[in-house]
């Protein structure tokens, strides 16, 4: 994996996420937090989960400032979209000066259950994305069952609105 193709996984993973959250956040609270039975039980619930993998593989590969509390624990005022802004643009900023040796370098970390792990960065950059777009498809088919059409949200069509090649 190269740099480049970081930065536009990076990219596309912050575009997807923001396109869905765009739609979510037009429907009314009481649609928005339903408990649907799916993943996080409601839309907003799985996007804060989504927001929360984003931000926690960021304070432990690429800035530790972006640690902050656990979702429900937020001061007033906050947004999940303030918040994803933060993190996304950590991200971004990571990703484009990467190069190849920050991709080989090992993250090491404990785990949710306290284990110490190390995985190079091309990895947890991968599993960012990966996690993001399995959980945006949960959204996704929550707001079909809601009636609501969902925003494409596939790679392909990242890859033709920024035209990268």
Same mark, same amino acid.
């Given at each position: 994996m190269s740099p480049y193709q970081v930065r536009h996984h990076v990219a596309y993973s912050a575009w997807a996420s923001r396109r869905l959250l765009e739609v979510?956040? *037009? /429907?009314? #609270? #009481? =649609?928005?937090l339903r408990d649907v039975g799916v993943s996080h039980k409601s839309l907003m619930g799985t996007l804060e989960h989504i927001c929360f993998g984003d931000r926690i593989w960021c304070a432990r590969a690429v800035d530790p400032a972006v640690a902050g509390p656990s979702f429900g624990e937020f001061t007033p005022g906050?947004? /999940? *979209?303030? =918040?994803? =802004?933060?993190?996304?643009?950590a991200w971004a900023d990571w990703a484009a000066s990467a190069t190849d040796a920050d991709l080989a370098r090992v993250v090491t970390h404990k785990d949710i259950r306290g284990a110490s792990r190390g995985e190079p960065m091309w990895q947890v950059v991968l599993h960012v994305v990966n996690h993001a777009t399995q959980h945006r498809g949960q959204v996704a088919a929550m707001l079909r069952q809601l009636g609501v059409a969902p925003p494409q949200c596939d790679l392909i069509y990242y890859y033709r609105e920024h035209k990268v090649e």
């Open positions: 979510v956040m *037009a /429907l009314p #609270e #009481e =649609e928005r906050y947004t /999940l *979209a303030t =918040e994803w =802004e933060r993190v996304e643009k």
